[in-house]
């Protein structure tokens, strides 16, 4: 039996997945490098302002990209003729175009009415950092591209040299520059990306035409993908969100999103199997019962290795919170609860994955409606019980109902829809 999965391990290995996994390890540190890196060097006021930003940027990039990262990974695949692949690609990127054309205007007409900051210096660093979203949502599209055709190495090799560039850009910009050399930076990065994937091949710009009308069933996969996406992502501000309105003490809350900032590390691992795992769970869906199989496998090995890494982190990281960030001490306590969240979240994440190759993304909307509906309630009733310490409790108990919810949804569409 070990036999047998250290041949499965080596052959997901062979596959593509490290590939994956290290160009999204990569994304990771770049992030965490700017944080830090911004933190010190520009001080909280700046740095409060670009968290304002992003935030305010991140959920805009999901209006942009509006779902189609998710229709590429299910419908490219499936697509046998190279020529019908190219078609659906042009058809995203001009929807994808469209779409950033309507939220940047959307964003410059809430800036004149101060929908997002009555700060002028802010309203015009988030006009301009908003520029970034055409650029992002092409990479989104043409990385996903790329996975699709399982050309895992091409893509990674696109997105470690970027990366490492933008790093070295974005720290010589912003101690020169300040916050308008991050800004500047980060732009610089994500169009220096776009030229990369250019380079190689993925061109909007293609001669093969993509006909609306060839297109009109993969809006409805678009779509519960682009609320799935929205509601998931507007649940990981609540928690802070809600704590900010109800807790004083700024203190315990910069400790929780220390470690809310250590888990969002441990996410690249539960969203670098999706990535790779969705093109091949796919692929299989025509013969339902070597899906169901296949999934049934995988889905034991990933839960296996997610308990391996909680248990290693739990050993090791208070450790390494004492002697590199002995000011954070107080972090752990935070970091255990919520590891405990990340294990139940990552453990349906391929229910949700099956759910997309079965074409019932809506069913994965519905679990994130109810799973945020319930996140504001026990935040608001265990932060006024136990502090930030209740935010954190919180997200155990929304991650268990995601469980439940996620495994309920896939068996029950496997049942009705095809008597397994």
């Known amino acids: ?28 540190v770049f992030s965490f490098a700017l944080q830090f890196f911004v933190a010190n060097l520009l001080g909280p006021v700046s740095l409060g302002q670009i968290k304002v930003i992003q935030s305010f940027f991140g959920i805009a990039t999901i209006l942009v990209n509006f779902g189609f990262t998710t229709v590429m990974l299910k419908e490219i695949p499936l697509i046998r003729n190279n020529k019908n692949q190219k078609k659906l690609l042009n058809y995203v990127f001009r929807q994808v175009l469209l779409n950033f054309i309507v ?23 988030l006009l301009v950092y908003s520029l970034g979203l055409l650029p992002l949502a092409f990479n989104s599209i043409s990385g996903v591209y790329l996975q699709s055709l399982k050309q895992f190495q091409r893509n990674s090799k696109i997105q470690i040299i970027s990366k490492l560039t933008s790093i070295l850009v974005v720290v010589m910009l912003t101690w020169l520059l300040g916050l308008w050399g991050f800004i500047a930076g980060v732009l610089f990065g ?16 293609c001669k093969i035409p993509g006909n609306s009308n060839d297109f009109k069933n993969i809006w409805n996969t678009a779509f519960y993908s682009m609320l799935t996406f ?41 969203g ?9 769970i796919s692929s299989k869906v025509e013969n339902i019962l070597e899906f169901k199989t296949d999934l049934r496998s995988k889905k034991k090995k990933f ?3 997610l308990l391996l890494i909680a248990a290693f982190c739990f050993i090791t990281v208070p ?8 000011k954070y001490i107080l972090s752990t306590i935070f970091f255990n609860v919520l590891l405990i969240s990340w ?55 929304t991650s268990l109902l995601g469980l439940l919810l996620s495994s309920f949804f896939y068996n029950h569409t496997l049942k009705t829809k095809y008597g397994h």
Do not use: W
């Open 1 to 28: 039996m070990i036999f047998r999965y250290k041949i499965d391990f080596k052959r997901v290995l062979k596959g593509g997945f490290i590939h994956v996994l290290s160009a999204n390890l990569l994304v990771t």
């Open 103 to 125: 939220v940047y205007s959307f964003i410059g007409v809430g800036n004149y009415f101060n929908l997002f900051s009555l700060d002028e210096n802010l309203k015009l660093y």
């Open 190 to 205: 994500l169009l220096l990306t776009s030229l990369f994937y250019l380079t190689s091949g993925v061109n909007p710009h």
């Open 230 to 270: 929205l509601t998931g992502k507007g649940a990981v501000f609540l928690d802070l969100i809600i704590a900010s309105y109800l807790i004083d003490s700024q203190l315990s809350i910069g400790y929780y999103g220390f470690a809310l900032t250590l888990i969002a590390g441990l996410n690249v691992v539960s």
């Open 272 to 280: 670098s199997v999706q990535q790779y795992f969705t093109p091949y």
């Open 303 to 305: 839960n296996l290795v």
């Open 319 to 326: 450790f390494v919170i004492n002697f590199v960030f002995p």
């Open 343 to 397: 294990v139940l979240k990552s453990a349906y994440a391929l229910n949700n994955t099956g759910l997309v190759a079965l074409g019932q993304v809506r069913l994965c909307f519905i679990q994130n409606i109810i799973s945020s509906l319930f996140s504001v309630g026990m935040l608001i009733f265990l932060v006024e019980s136990y502090g930030i310490l209740g935010a954190a409790y919180a997200r155990v108990l």
